[in-house]
């Protein structure tokens, strides 16, 4: 099993993105949080910026759309090549017909649920999808506090897809720092999206180890003070 960190760059400095990106070239996937001040009270960039970090980055792009309107933006966001591309379940009626578009287009299909948001009504559904984003702060805003009440939801949906033998990945993003990342891989993630824990470090690349060991340290199974995993 792979354990993936994701930097989010929304942490970082704006306007050195090409510079900001090179610094987190060992991380899995770079985390690029696009918001439309509707859907999170936020602002961030679009399509087109979006497909200038696609054009420079040395790591695939994880978009995450906190965005209202899915139906309409989300393909134009896998049609520029972005790796994955999440919604939020609270912004569509028809999560299945939007994944099935992406997955079309080429790009993994991710389902992102807030804090408030019950896991139930998708895990039937979990076929559909190549990841969950299991949000551990109100998203819209980096360096919040990790919300451990998550967790249960993050096991829940963990149980299910290990029931159903998929391969989908558990994202969390939200407050991940060296003092929660154990508390999330136990419960199940795989996947970690780090703003300000990443790009807060002196050395972004060796946060990113850090995150790395610590969370493969505590992955749901690992025996305990080896690392190993059991499954
Ligand atoms: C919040 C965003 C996150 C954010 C995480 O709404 O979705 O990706 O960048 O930032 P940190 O890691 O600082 O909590
Ligand atoms: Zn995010």
């Known amino acids: 099993m792979t354990t993936r960190i994701n930097p989010s760059i929304l942490a970082a400095d704006f306007v050195n993105l090409e510079s900001e990106l090179a610094r987190i070239a060992s991380a899995d996937l770079v985390h690029v949080d696009v918001m439309d001040n509707h859907f999170v009270p936020n602002l961030t960039f679009g399509p087109q910026m979006v497909g200038r970090l696609q054009d420079v980055s ?11 309107d899915v139906d309409r933006w989300a393909p134009g966001y896998a049609e520029l090549g972005a790796y994955s591309v999440t919604f ?13 578009r992406l997955r079309e287009i080429g790009a993994r299909a991710g389902i992102a649920l807030k804090p408030g948001t019950d896991a139930a009504p998708y895990l039937d559904l979990l076929p559909e999808f190549d990841q969950v984003l299991v949000m551990t702060v109100e ?3 980096g360096g919040q506090s990790f919300m451990r009440e998550t967790m249960p939801k993050l096991s829940r949906v963990a149980d299910a897809v290990r029931a159903a033998g998929l391969d989908v990945w558990l994202q969390v993003d939200g407050g991940i720092s060296l003092d929660t990342i154990g508390i999330a891989a136990e419960a199940g993630a795989d996947t970690f999206v780090a703003g300000s824990a990443v790009f807060g470090a002196e050395v972004p690349a060796e946060r990113i180890a850090a995150l790395r060991d610590l969370a493969a340290t505590h992955r749901h199974g690992a025996q305990p003070g080896t690392g190993s995993l059991k499954s």
């Open 88 to 100: 939020h379940a609270e912004a569509t009626d028809e999560p299945v017909r939007l994944a099935r």
């Open 139 to 141: 998203p819209g805003f």
């Open 58 to 68: 040395p790591i695939p792009l994880d978009v995450h759309l906190m965005i209202s």
